[in-house]
């Protein structure tokens, strides 16, 4: 059984870089064909995916995040990391992290809140 767990700061300031880090138990970030993602959803609005990093580290963003996004790894801790700079009110959220599966996601973090305010 596959677990993840968000952590980092709830509180950040604006113009500053969000970083969060996802921390992968029961399964290898670096399985073949394992691909993990970071979603968020503002309040009062659906869910939006940020980006992913695969088994092979490569990484793929959202087009509209993308000149603000970093997805990184530590594959010796089975982590994997979100960088969001410059980040607004606009980016609170609560930020999930996540295992792709086919179309979708098969595990879930229990997300954690990020609130953008000075």
């Known amino acids: 059984q596959v677990q993840l767990q968000e952590s980092g700061p709830g509180l950040v300031k604006p113009s500053q870089t969000l970083s969060l880090t996802c921390t992968v138990s029961?399964?290898?970030?670096?399985?073949?064909?394992?691909?993990w993602s970071w979603i968020r959803q503002p309040p009062g609005k659906g869910l939006e995916w940020i980006g992913y990093?695969?088994?092979?580290?490569?990484?793929y963003y959202s087009p509209s995040l993308k000149s603000r996004t970093s997805i990184s790894r530590d594959t010796s801790k089975n982590q994997f990391t979100l960088q969001l700079s410059s980040v607004t009110p606009e980016d609170t959220a609560v930020y999930y992290c996540a295992k792709n599966y086919g179309m979708g996601y098969d595990y879930w973090g229990q997300g954690t809140q990020v609130t953008v305010s000075s």
């Open positions: 990093i695969a088994y092979s580290g490569s990484t």
């Open positions: 029961g399964g290898s970030i670096t399985t073949n064909y394992y691909y």
